[in-house]
């Protein structure tokens, strides 16, 4: 038995994808940092685009079955002109605008890996994502990384208590809100399905019903600067809390059916500007909001701004990410699930 070999050279013509595995509250990152092809592009939506159109299958390859999962989560890093680098998140549908517990990952990450000059105690890290650059926050303790928190891109309500007809449940209330994703808040308590894990399928289920109706009933989505934003991302289910001295808890739908683990810190940034514009909270006020399994995210409004005409607010989201693993994931030209599958 010890003699066996524990190398393994790949041939010549595979490809080998090396990357970070994390989690951020429970919720799955797959840092890509080596092995991915050139993309072309001066930007992050350049970028973004450029994959779409030459790479995609190194995305579903990446994040589907039988190298991912249904609900694993990916992003590659890039450079930026804007920042100190930039991000493409992916999912198992497509790719993200934003993505809290990545950029709460991405921040702990590059502070560990000295990608950026490291201030004690605290560093500051410029990230560009596709909705706009990011402010994360990174503070150290003796050297060792205590917490993260990031300052979002202008967070607006688009709509508060629109009402539609889904067959299978009536009438359904919900807000519209952007957190850097646009996002449909629903009440889960008014639907009947408690915030917990054993309803996993239903709100699988139930958040792919609403997300399709609400796209096919024709509801304006706009993002004022950047048509590739302007889209329905999820579904949130909000319910009471379950933990003591937690405010509410979120159970986030988004993509092709993924969960969120965490309570999502893009969906949080959209809660607490519905928060504010209905006057229960105030800037500097602090919210605790968890996940599906608990997890939580503080969160409060730090600044009230004009965003091209429209209220918005500067949402602050503080969590805590791990690193749980190195991976290099290989393609076989021959494999015939190369391109990956998704089964639920």
């Known amino acids: 038995m010890n003699n066996r070999s524990t190398s393994f050279e790949i041939p010549e013509n595979w490809t080998a994808v090396r990357t970070i595995e994390m989690h951020t509250g429970g919720e799955p990152l797959r840092v890509i940092l080596d092995g991915f092809p050139q993309v072309d592009g001066t930007s992050v939506l350049e970028y973004r685009s450029y994959i779409m159109q030459h790479y995609d299958h190194l995305r579903t390859g990446i994040i589907l079955e039988p190298r991912g999962h249904a609900d694993m989560y990916g992003v590659l890093v890039t450079p930026s002109k804007v920042a100190d680098f930039g991000v493409v998140f992916m ?76 067959p299978e449940l009536g009438k359904v209330k919900f807000d519209l809100a952007y957190g850097g994703a646009f996002y449909a808040f629903v009440d889960a308590e008014a639907l009947k399905i408690p915030c917990t894990p054993e309803n996993y399928q239903v ?28 889209f329905l991302y999820g579904v949130i289910f909000i319910g009471g809390p379950v933990s003591e001295t ?77 690193v749980t693993g190195r991976n290099e994931i290989y393609f076989d030209p021959q494999d015939p699930f190369s391109k990956g599958f998704l089964l639920r």
């Open 246 to 322: 937690v405010d509410s808890r979120n159970v986030c739908v988004f993509a092709d059916g993924e969960v969120d683990r965490c309570p999502t810190g893009s969906g949080v940034s959209a809660r607490l500007a519905i928060h504010y514009q209905r006057n229960q909270l105030k800037p500097g006020e602090e919210m605790k909001f968890e996940s599906i399994i608990g997890s939580v995210f503080k969160g409060k409004v730090v600044q009230v701004v004009d965003y091209h005409n429209i209220q918005a607010v500067i949402p602050e989201v503080q969590g805590m990410a791990y």
């Open 91 to 166: 999912h198992n549908e497509g790719y993200s605008t934003m993505c809290g517990h990545a950029t709460i990952a991405l921040a702990k990450l590059a502070v560990e890996l000295e990608w950026v000059p490291i201030s004690d105690p605290e560093t500051e890290i410029r990230i560009e994502a596709p909705c706009g650059v990011i402010k994360a926050y990174v503070n150290l303790e003796q050297g060792r990384v205590e917490n993260v928190r990031f300052h979002n891109v202008p967070s607006f309500v688009v709509t508060l208590d629109e009402w539609i007809e889904i």
């Open 203 to 230: 709100f699988i289920d139930t958040g792919k019903k609403i997300k399709q109706a609400i796209i096919d009933s024709g509801l304006q989505i706009h993002h004022p600067l950047h048509q590739e934003l302007s």
